[in-house]
């Protein structure tokens, strides 16, 4: 599987400002998305990461609150815009292997570590 | 809207026991499952996939895929203290790349 890298792994930040968390592969891949897992929850998709081309956002999620970008097939960040307590969770990074040489898209998904958003 | 149906414990098994975590999925076309583990504070890994009707062996892990009644179970056996985690099952629905994910279910396992 690929090495995903994500920063920051941790932030505490004010309310009603914005941050960016950045996703990097060590490898080109097919699909990036992005999950949320606020706490004691599962996972929820916000959105894929579509390179050179805007992101594809799940229902209940805008890209006036999650901008996101994705400049190549192995970087992409997301964009907490306007955080209010609500925001608190964790940022997952994932990544589908499909344009991995040597490595067929089983359909798997990958995950980086996460990012820990705490919004006071 | 898809959804996948997990029971979130805590599931309770002494050592050695056979953990049985199941799942239910709504999506009749889905074609692929999967099953995490994630620990507490770290991200979820992948611990095994089915694409078909029956039983996939891998180690102590066997899934259990039953299109028909759209489940899918993990069997772990000669559980160990540190199969302690929570266990998600996900799918990938027809004609997407993402994954959907359960709410997970929480396996406790007591020496």
Redesign the interface.
């Known amino acids: 599987s690929a090495v995903i890298s994500q920063k920051p792994s941790r932030d505490i930040c004010q309310r009603g400002t914005s941050l960016t968390i950045q996703c990097q592969v060590d490898s080109q891949v097919t699909m990036m998305f992005w999950y949320r897992q606020q706490p004691g929850q599962s996972l929820t998709l916000i959105a894929t990461a579509n390179q050179g081309s805007e992101a594809t956002y799940e229902s209940g999620f805008v890209i006036d609150k999650f901008p996101i970008s994705r400049p190549n097939l192995t970087f992409s960040t997301l964009t907490v815009s306007n955080m209010s307590p609500e925001d608190s969770s964790i940022y997952l990074c994932s990544v589908g292997m499909g344009l991995t040489p040597g490595l067929a898209d089983r359909g798997e998904l990958f995950f980086g570590e996460g990012s820990r958003l705490t919004v006071l | ?1 898809k959804e996948v149906e997990q029971n979130s414990g805590p599931l309770s098994v002494p050592e050695g026991a056979i953990a049985s975590l199941n799942c239910t999925y709504s999506d009749r076309g889905s ?2 499952f ?1 099953w995490y583990r994630q620990y507490s504070g ?5 611990i095994m ?1 089915i694409y078909s009707n029956g039983d996939k062996e891998d180690g102590r892990f066997t899934a259990q895929l039953n299109k028909a009644s759209q489940y899918v179970s993990l069997l772990i056996r000669d559980s160990q203290p540190s199969d302690s985690a929570t266990y ?1 099952c ?1 799918v ?1 629905d027809t004609g997407r ?8 279910t929480r396996l406790q396992v007591q020496p």
Request: charged fraction near 20%.
């Open positions: 809207q074609q692929s999967f770290k991200s979820p890994e992948l996939f998600l996900a990938r790349r993402a994954l959907t994910f359960g709410s997970g």
